[in-house]
């Protein structure tokens, strides 16, 4: 890990420090059993060649480094070194003056979100299915103590690596290459848990929450970020076969049925802070993601429905807390 340091400090004396101990050393053997790890490890060492002191993580392009500390020369071949961790799904990022357009303007969910949930001020925080870490960046830049994020998907590992690489201070904020069935089942840990962009790849989404919960430590907020079907009610879409061209998707609930949910698996204070339909200026190609993105998920002539007829992308945000003192479900 980047900064071990961090993490021992934020752990020290924990129920979390055996098992944090035992996944940051399993986590170099994941990555190199990855067949593009060595051209990504020629690309991280290569661009540690360029640091800063100077950053900036709670402005919503998030800095690193300014324009005019390095020649046009060495930002053309960082720009080509990062182009190497293609494709860039979450940002944008600003590095010594390069702007990582990403696909998503993950800025645009942080705004929706930020306002609605407890402040992150000191407190420590689980960002499960955290991507590249934009959001574990931002949760910083909004005076998170410590934040772990999780992802198993080792190209947003690599990505992360990057753009904490050109930091030269330490950072509050570690990364693991897992899936949030390798957390322990009794954390009793975070005093914020996210998840946000998971829930619907989950085949089981009742035993998702039951392990959120699970992260929190009682008192603790959940964050919960998915897709939602418009209605009132209990109702739920499970898609026959793709929904906006993902084979991974599973159940979309209305946000009354997603609110039900968590009563069910014991969380209160159950609040939806925001209903939205996902927009192309909020998720589009760009050059740093060069694949199909929502435009061709969408019905070309009705972009109220997906290429197959489902309803159009919409995201609800929901926060709910574990009660204090409570047990487990
Ligand atoms: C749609 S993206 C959402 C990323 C980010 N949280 C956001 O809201 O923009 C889903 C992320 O979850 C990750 N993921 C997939 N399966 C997971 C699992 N079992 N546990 C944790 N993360 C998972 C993927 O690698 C991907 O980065």
């Given amino acids: 890990m980047n900064h071990p340091e961090t993490w021992t400090n934020a752990v020290n004396n924990t129920s979390l420090q055996p098992w944090l101990d035992e996944q940051v050393a399993l986590a170099e053997r994941i990555y190199s059993a990855h067949g593009d790890y060595s051209r990504w490890l020629l690309t991280l060492e290569q661009l540690s060649h360029y640091t800063t002191s100077e950053t900036d993580f709670s402005l919503p392009v998030i800095q690193i480094g300014k324009r005019d500390h390095l020649s046009e020369q060495q930002k053309n071949e960082i720009e080509q070194l990062l182009f190497n961790l293609h494709p860039w799904r979450k940002g944008p990022f600003n590095i010594f ?19 609605g949930i407890t402040p992150l001020q000191g407190r420590r925080v689980l960002d499960i299915g955290c991507g590249n870490g934009y959001y574990m960046l931002r949760m910083l830049g909004a005076g998170a103590a410590w934040v772990l994020g999780i992802d198993p998907t080792i190209l947003f590992n690599m990505q992360f690596k ?84 993902m084979r991974n998707i599973w159940f979309i609930p209305a946000p009354q049925a997603l609110k039900t949910w968590l009563h069910r698996c014991g969380y209160i204070n159950i609040r939806i802070v925001d209903v939205s339909t996902t927009s192309p200026a909020e998720q589009r190609a760009t050059e740093w993601m060069k694949f199909e993105s929502l435009k061709d998920f969408l019905d070309p002539d009705d972009h109220s429905k997906t290429v197959e007829g489902h309803p159009a992308p919409r995201r609800a945000i929901l926060v709910a807390q574990r009660p204090g003192n409570s047990k487990r479900p």
């Fill in 97 to 115: 003056g390069i702007t990582i357009d990403s696909e998503w303007r993950s800025d645009i969910k942080w705004h929706r979100m930020i306002n």
């Fill in 162 to 245: 990057a753009v904490t690489r050109f930091i030269n201070h330490d950072i509050r904020a570690d990364l693991l290459p897992i899936g949030i069935d390798q957390l322990p089942d009794d954390l009793d840990y975070f005093d914020t848990v996210f998840s946000m962009g998971v829930l619907y790849h989950r085949r089981s989404p009742i035993d998702h929450l039951i392990k959120l919960f699970s992260c929190l430590r009682p008192g603790g907020e959940l964050v919960l970020e998915t897709l939602v079907i418009e209605g009132a009610g209990d109702q739920l879409l499970l898609p026959e076969t793709r929904y906006a061209k």
